[in-house]
């Protein structure tokens, strides 16, 4: 699937089965919602924290697809095309930081 074609996925399933969206602030809480269970989890597995009975069952591929559609609905709401800032946003990364990490001691 390509990113056009999930923001259209995600565009007829609010629009069906999600009814309406919510609005932008509430889908904004979400995503911070979101974004702090997949950190939870990373911290967990891949941190110093341990796991609780209660974390056993989580995913990390299901969560990370939780932020990506709440993302998306923000995208429709506003009206950005993803692949089109996805590729805008690479390419000033590349012209900004083509030496920059070459040159990062940090990473060698």
Not at 43 to 50: F, L, T, V
Not at 57 to 81: H, Y
Request: some cysteine; charged content about 30%.
């Amino acid at each position: 699937m390509t990113i056009n074609e999930a923001q259209e996925t995600v565009d007829r399933w609010i629009n069906t089965t999600g009814i309406r969206y919510f609005n932008e602030l509430t889908n904004t809480a979400i995503l911070m919602e979101e974004v702090g269970e997949v950190a939870r989890i990373m911290a967990r597995k891949y941190g110093e924290q341990s796991f609780k009975k209660s974390d056993e069952a989580v995913n990390l591929a299901d969560e990370m697809a939780d932020v990506m559609f709440v993302l998306i609905c923000l995208a429709n709401q506003t009206g950005i095309n993803l692949t089109e800032a996805l590729e805008k946003n690479l390419e000033k990364k590349s012209i900004r930081d083509a030496d920059r990490h070459k040159n990062n001691e940090k990473l060698k």
